[in-house]
T-cell receptor, first 114, second 109 residues
Framework: DTAVSQTPKYLVTQMGNDKSIKCEQNLGHDTMYWYKQDSKKFLKIMFSYNNKELIINETVPNRFSPKSPDKAHLNLHINSLELGDSAVYFC?????????????FGPGTRLTVL | ELKVEQNPLFLSMQEGKNYTIYCNYSTTSDRLYWYRQDPGKSLESLFVLLSNGAVKQEGRLMASLDTKARLSTLHITAAVHDLSATYFCAVVAGNKLVFGAGTILRVKS
């Protein structure tokens, strides 16, 4: 199946821990994104990479660090997890270089910090 | 900074009725998306509206864009239960996609 996939789907962890979420797309897209959806369903861009280069870096704590080993993968590492990090994190991808093109979303990773 | 406002935020409607969801945005943009999200699921693209006056229809949903008024509408005709979901509009601003808060639609039998 051509798609955007994320692992894990659910992640439950203690405050202070470090965790990673992985994203892969096999759509051949050049740009990948991380979004955070909070408990009120509000969806906000965090990061965007185009061909392994960071192009969007919103006001996100330094504890969040994206990494793109190649244009098909964009991982999100979170250090020193806090309660407020609990949310659903969506990865997305789009062709071309910008958000001008339609974005395709992954299934989401529900992160719960206890 | 671009602001995107949707209203209503919650909509409970009877099957068979018509209703419209509104999406207003604060700065110029010529591309707008509508997405659907089912509970616990990902976002599914419904429509992309590319220019002023654009109208797209799929089944019981019709979306339109007025770039001069900075307004998009998503019209639901003769609602059915399967349309129950959260609907987001999203507006392109520079190199970002800015989402509205979403409209939770519940269609009652």
């Amino acid at each position: 199946d051509t798609a955007v996939s994320q692992t894990p789907k659910y992640l439950v962890t203690q405050m202070g821990n470090d965790k990673s979420i992985k994203c892969e797309q096999n759509l051949g897209h050049d740009t990948m994104y991380w979004y955070k959806q909070d408990s009120k369903k509000f969806l906000k861009i965090m990061f965007s990479y185009n061909n392994k280069e960071l192009i969007i870096n919103e006001t996100v704590p330094n504890r969040f660090s994206p990494k793109s080993p190649d244009k098909a993968h964009l991982n999100l590492h979170i250090n020193s997890l806090e309660l407020g990090d609990s949310a659903v994190y969506f990865c997305a991808s789009s062709p071309g270089q910008s958000s001008y093109n339609e974005q395709f979303f992954g299934p989401g990773t529900r992160l719960t910090v206890l | 900074e671009l602001k995107v406002e949707q209203n209503p935020l919650f909509l409970s409607m009877q099957e068979g009725k018509n209703y419209t969801i509104y999406c207003n945005y604060s700065t110029t943009s010529d591309r707008l998306y509508w997405y659907r999200q089912d509970p616990g699921k990902s976002l599914e693209s419904l429509f992309v509206l590319l220019s002023n006056g654009a109208v797209k229809q799929e089944g019981r949903l019709m979306a339109s864009l007025d770039t001069k008024a900075r307004l998009s509408t998503l019209h639901i005709t003769a609602a059915v239960h399967d349309l129950s979901a959260t609907y987001f509009c999203a507006v392109v601003a520079g190199n970002k996609l800015v989402f509205g808060a979403g409209t939770i639609l519940r269609v009652k039998s």
